[in-house]
């Protein structure tokens, strides 16, 4: 591949191999002149990614291919740094975008030669121009997640274990492919300390950006359990004692150790219990600490599984999130999960 191919294309791995063996370019020397443009651009793609949804490669950033080619591993580097999951997912996906609008008027040499650094096994319909034959497993493993109609295997043309594709079809599936490489190179978090102070100044400055950007997706961070994203099991625990109704055994064992694993402090656990008609004070204190660790063998109580609690006639009926969960305790990062998701996806519609 030319290095305009690299530039166009930079998450490959013989661009890789042009930057490491061609140039050597190290983090600590993106502090120097030399390099400021490769700095510049790199910032512009991420601004791109969470201003446009979509890293911008035209003409005017060919005109340095070298620079082009730097700034990717460099702002795939700085998304590393910042380390916040959802801009992970934002940037990559920014960047699969501008991948899939060359990829799908490319020629077919470079999109077979492109699918198969992906891992996506195709190879040209001979029968239609412009059309491809993918592996179905492959097909499977990208295309699931898509909604529409037309992406179900059930609709697909499926002939010995290979679904004809057109090249945009294709291109698409790339983009998903290319998403989730480019996530994965985000994944490992670097210190600022491994740049130079100009570029980490400049990386909290882009932080910062993240944050006010992030805020207005509406994105709640799991800090601490809270009304909004407690199972229904432990809502309707926590509604009848306020109500003033007698909690059984069971249901005070899962709601004691629910809200202790959660991070409450004993005297927040005992401040509900309170309204209790039973409320023995010094009799609750001991209950709650011990199952806390706080007495005894200091061992913490976990609270029981789903399918116990459904055996003890504890559990009111699930949500469509406790479908997707085993214990109570998975409940609040699967809500702010498919949250996420949710706000994630309107966030990046055009």
Same mark, same amino acid.
């Given at each position: ?8 294309? /930079? ?125 179905? +497993?492959?097909?499977?493993?990208y295309a699931t997640g898509f909604h529409e109609k037309k992406w179900k295997l059930v ?20 983009? +998903? ?6 996530y994965q190179k985000t994944a490992i978090p670097l210190s600022l300390e491994a740049f ?34 407690? /199972? ?119």
């Amino acid at each position: 591949m030319s290095v305009l191919r690299y530039a166009k294309y /930079p998450f490959l791995r013989e661009a890789a191999s042009f930057v490491s063996e061609q140039l050597d370019l190290q983090l600590k020397e993106l502090g120097s002149e030399e390099f400021r443009p490769v700095v510049r651009r790199a910032k512009q793609r991420i601004m791109q990614a969470l201003r446009q949804r979509k890293v911008a490669v035209d003409s005017g950033n060919l005109v340095d291919y070298v620079s082009e080619v730097l700034s990717f591993p460099t702002a795939v580097a700085i998304v590393s740094a910042i380390n916040d999951p959802l801009l992970r997912s934002v940037y990559s996906l920014s960047e699969a975008k501008a991948a899939y609008e060359n990829l799908k008027d490319e020629d077919q040499k470079t999109i077979l030669a492109i699918s198969r650094e992906i891992g996506i096994r195709a190879k040209p319909t001979t029968a239609l121009a412009h059309s491809f034959d993918l592996n179905v +497993e492959d097909y499977l493993r990208y295309a699931t997640g898509f909604h529409e109609k037309k992406w179900k295997l059930v609709n697909r043309k499926l002939n010995r274990g290979m679904v004809q594709l057109t090249q945009q079809e294709l291109a698409r599936l790339l983009q +998903e492919a290319i998403q989730r490489h480019i996530y994965q190179k985000t994944a490992i978090p670097l210190s600022l300390e491994a740049f130079p102070e100009t570029v980490s100044s400049e990386i909290e400055e882009l932080r910062k950006n993240w944050e006010k950007i992030k805020g207005t997706m509406g994105i709640k961070e799991i800090v601490k359990d809270d009304e909004t994203n407690r /199972p229904p099991c432990i809502r309707r625990m926590l509604e009848n004692l306020s109500k003033g109704e007698h909690l059984s055994h069971s249901e005070r064992f899962a709601l004691t150790t629910y809200l202790a694993n959660a991070g409450h402090s004993i005297e927040e656990i005992l401040g509900l219990y309170s309204s209790s008609p039973d409320f023995n004070a010094a009799k609750t204190e001991y209950q709650v600490r011990h199952l806390a660790g706080e007495m005894g063998s200091r061992t913490r109580y976990k609270p029981p599984r789903c399918s116990t609690m459904k055996t003890q006639g504890i559990c009111p009926g699930g949500d469509s999130i406790c479908q997707k969960i085993r214990h109570p305790l998975q409940y609040p990062a699967a809500k702010i999960g498919e949250e996420r998701r949710r706000k994630e996806v309107e966030w990046q519609k055009p």
